[in-house]
């Protein structure tokens, strides 16, 4: 499999991610052992999309708060509708459903914008993980390459002077594992080896069951030889995956898992989960149970995205975080500003409650 055929493996996202992005940030020259190419190039990937779907979050919040103020003005109607109708569930349903349309109150606009951000959430998922799968097997070709080339000039130069065929080999294997040595270069994040495999205890240098694996967490890089494989990154996964004592070495320190998953429950306390009408033929119970799950709701996005943050690229990761924390602030200044525009909007109904 050449370079060439492997970019056919990214999708949209991957290809604004990697071919765009990337490459731009790549031309900048940057040489840091904190934070690599790709790291700068996630940060700005999550700011520009962010920016794209501001006016998404927004309506979403929008439609919440009006959703709320119906629900308010509506609640004394239908307590009343529940207790008219309360033999006839029928009935009651039509009737709930009149005042829904009176109000212009409607469930299915407080759902569209969560799953609008849930496809986003899913796409660019694909998209990373088609950039790293991608530039696992660039950095593998390449690599393979620089082995095999430095290999072969080195054995027919041995070879050439007289060298055992034996010991000629030897030197050969050795020349060309010090070549692909230097000739890697990791893309590192803050503590993380390699922003291209999970902050955990993973290894930094994929073996060959998490490079060419289907499972949850692996690459997925199809047709690979195992045996070259293992032979061309041998001396990488001696270098890093390592310490000095022979102990495996982790990738990261499970510092953006943790991050993330602290900050999505932290942003999910700010936003309050809309008050769901009460349905025919619901009782007391029930309607409290929906609150619950309701409630439930708000701590399984954190949760999912902790472990998608255990078993995919720390770049996923960061990505996740970065969204989480300008999610955060959003939800901080609307909290604010809405606060506000509610104790004025009180203020004025009060007013005129006084002069009357």
């Not at 290809?15 to 790709?38: H, P, Q, T």
């Not at 953006?256 to 025919?280: G, H, N, R, T």
């Not at 309607?287 to 902790?306: D, E, F, L, S, W």
């Amino acid at each position: 499999m050449d370079v060439m055929s492997l970019a056919t493996e990214l999708n949209l996202v991957g290809k604004l991610v990697y071919n765009v992005l990337y490459e731009w940030v790549a031309g900048w020259g940057i040489d840091s052992e904190l934070i690599g190419a790709f790291g700068v190039t996630v940060i700005l990937f999550t700011v520009f999309l962010t920016l794209l779907t501001m006016p998404l979050d927004i309506w979403q919040k929008m439609i919440a708060r009006s959703n709320s103020r119906k629900m308010r003005l509506m609640k004394p109607e239908l307590d009343k509708l529940n207790k008219l109708y309360e033999s006839d569930k029928n009935t009651l349903m039509i009737k709930q459903r009149e005042l829904y349309k009176k109000y212009k109150y409607s469930t299915f606009k407080t759902c569209l914008p969560t799953l609008a951000t849930l496809v986003i959430f899913m796409v660019v998922f694909s998209g990373f993980n088609s950039a790293v799968r991608y530039h696992n097997s660039v950095v593998y070709e390449r690599l393979k390459e620089t082995y095999n080339n430095t290999y072969n000039a080195t054995y027919l130069a041995e070879t050439g002077a007289g060298t055992p065929v034996s010991e000629a080999g030897d030197k050969a294997t050795e020349a060309a594992e010090a070549a692909v040595l230097n000739a890697y270069e990791p893309e590192r994040f803050l503590l993380t080896t390699n922003i291209f495999m999970p902050d955990t205890w993973k290894d930094p240098i994929p073996d060959v069951s998490t490079y060419a694996g289907t499972g949850i967490g692996s690459i997925g890089v199809s047709d690979v030889d195992s045996r070259e494989y293992n032979r061309v990154m041998a001396p990488l996964i001696e270098e890093y995956n390592y310490t000095a004592k022979g102990k495996s070495a982790w990738n990261g320190y499970l510092i953006l898992p943790i991050l993330v998953m602290v900050l999505s429950v932290v942003s999910s306390k700010l936003i309050k989960p809309p008050e769901q009408p009460q349905m025919a033929g619901q009782t007391e119970e029930q309607v409290k149970a929906q609150q619950t799950q309701m409630k439930m709701m708000q701590y399984i996005m954190p949760v999912v995205m902790g472990i998608f943050s255990l078993f995919y690229s720390a770049a996923f990761s960061l990505y996740m975080f970065l969204r989480s924390f300008m999610s955060f602030a959003l939800n901080l200044i609307w909290n604010i500003v809405l606060k506000r525009r509610d104790a004025k909007q009180l203020d004025y109904e009060m007013s005129i409650t006084v002069k009357k």
